[in-house]
């Protein structure tokens, strides 16, 4: 998944982009609604987390214009204010969720996989395809009568084709997902986390095969 953090205080920023590049996301940082702005022309994502005071304006102003322009990317709210009413507001302009700061980061996590969960219109984060199981709770894939634990940007990888069995995704569209504007990579890295992932679905009903001159899919074994 791909999140945008928009939030001017750099050491709240910096330990929220280190925790959710733990767990396999790729974060751009924004401390400023006109670098949010930037941001979103040249990238799409997942999920933003969206501070309400910053230094060029108000987080709730830039929430409304997204809405009116109907751009449906789920939004958290950071917030330091816990009225009721604050609450109350920030969802009825237009925000997915809201957290209240300090807050812990197991909970921003667990709001984070809640909300793209809704999104996605499912009851849980489990995606299952031919007879094998993705578990981005528990970080595993299961087949047969196997559990195979998978790294944080493996599982990022496969939650990619699992959410889309048979479609095609170019290296450059997969790049973008696992990675964020500042990472410095290329698209050979798309190559080793690809063998990583065939590795992996040995065994399984699953694989994930090249289409050439247009990038991956996966397919039923």
Do not use: W
Not at 21 to 40: N, P
Not at 48 to 55: A, E, K, T, V, Y
Not at 156 to 164: I, S, Y
């Amino acid at each position: 998944m791909r999140f945008l953090l928009i939030e001017d205080n750099p050491s709240l920023a910096g330990a929220v982009v280190e925790r959710l590049q733990l767990d396999g996301h790729a974060v751009d940082h924004a401390g400023t609604l006109d670098a949010a702005s930037a941001c979103m022309d040249v990238a799409d994502y997942d999920l933003i987390l969206l501070d309400i005071m910053l230094p060029d304006g108000d987080g709730r102003d830039f929430l409304q214009r997204q809405r009116k322009a109907e751009k449906r990317t789920p939004v958290i709210v950071i917030t330091a204010r816990s009225a009721v009413s604050d609450r109350v507001g920030l969802l009825d302009s237009g925000a997915d969720d809201y957290i209240t700061k300090p807050f812990d980061f197991s909970e921003l996590e667990a709001r984070c996989r809640a909300v793209i969960r809704r999104q996605g219109g499912a009851a849980d984060n489990r995606k299952t395809f031919a007879e094998t199981t993705l578990d981005p709770t528990a970080g595993e894939l299961r087949f047969a009568d196997q559990v195979v634990a998978l790294r944080n940007r493996e599982l990022r990888l496969l939650e990619v084709f699992f959410n889309a069995p048979g479609q095609v995704f170019s290296k450059g569209y997969l790049l973008d997902r696992l990675f964020s504007l500042s990472d410095e990579v290329s698209e050979n890295a798309i190559e080793v986390y690809v063998a990583r992932l065939r590795k992996r679905l040995e065994g399984s009903g699953a694989r994930i095969e090249t289409v050439r001159g247009l990038g991956y899919r996966m397919v039923a074994a």
